[in-house]
């Protein structure tokens, strides 16, 4: 029994927050859903206290509103706010392009590669949720390999705001041209050319600055 730990609080909020944020960007709590603690803190198994603390920090980053005493609801989806998240998205992962390229290895190519095949399948399969892993996978190499702590942070907050539309979109049989654009950006990192690398991630994400409209 000594191997039992309690679980820390702030696993218990992560937890909570990961899984009404992930609801919230599948559709499943759909915009202008008024959400209560107690209601989510029954379905999630956990007492209301972490749920609070999910909510709060989901409020934080544009996708729940609240008005105190009153309600606290998901909030619309708003395509300047898309524009916006995809213009900061987009600049983070220029700039850890920039420095993961020249540190790249071929297990980290390799990587990139596998993930856009995955890609590739899901969206011609109409896996919605699996092309957002893939791609998410994909992008993430080159986020750890650049070792940037900050540009990752902005990343994780901003990129639901995208991906939200971005199921709708894919959902209502939207057309997605990434897959030729990943492999671009795969042949760019392992020619180890960054400039090109950087181009085409720019490419990438201005593709979803114009999703928005």
């Known amino acids: 029994m000594e191997a039992i730990r309690p679980v820390p609080r702030t696993l218990l909020r992560d937890r909570a927050y990961a899984a009404i944020r992930d609801a919230i960007v599948a559709g499943e709590i759909e915009p202008g859903a008024v959400v209560r603690d107690a209601e989510l803190a029954e ?4 007492s209301r206290a972490p749920v609070r603390e999910a909510f709060s920090r989901l409020v934080d980053e544009g996708l729940l509103e609240s008005k105190p005493q009153s309600y606290t609801r998901v909030t619309p989806l708003v395509a300047s706010d898309v524009r916006d998240a995809a213009a ?3 600049a983070m992962h220029e700039l850890v392009t920039r420095v ?12 990139m590669r596998a993930a856009n095949e995955h890609f590739a399948a ?6 919605v949720d699996g092309a957002l892993r893939a791609d998410d996978a994909l ?4 986020v750890r390999v650049s ?4 540009a990752a942070a902005t990343v994780a907050r901003y990129t639901p705001l995208i991906r939200r539309l971005e199921r709708r979109r894919f959902g209502e049989g939207g057309s ?3 897959a030729g654009l990943h492999e671009r950006l795969i042949e760019a990192c392992a020619a180890g050319d960054v400039v090109e ?16 409209d």
């Open 176 to 178: 997605c041209r990434s």
């Open 88 to 90: 900061v998205v987009g």
């Open 100 to 111: 993961a390229v020249p540190r790249l290895g071929a297990a980290d190519i390799e990587a």
């Open 122 to 127: 899901a969206v011609g399969t109409g896996d």
């Open 43 to 46: 379905r999630l198994g956990l």
């Open 147 to 150: 070792g940037n702590r900050a």
């Open 197 to 212: 690398a950087v181009r085409v991630t720019a490419e990438i994400w201005r593709g979803l600055e114009e999703l928005a």
């Open 139 to 142: 992008h993430d190499v080159l």
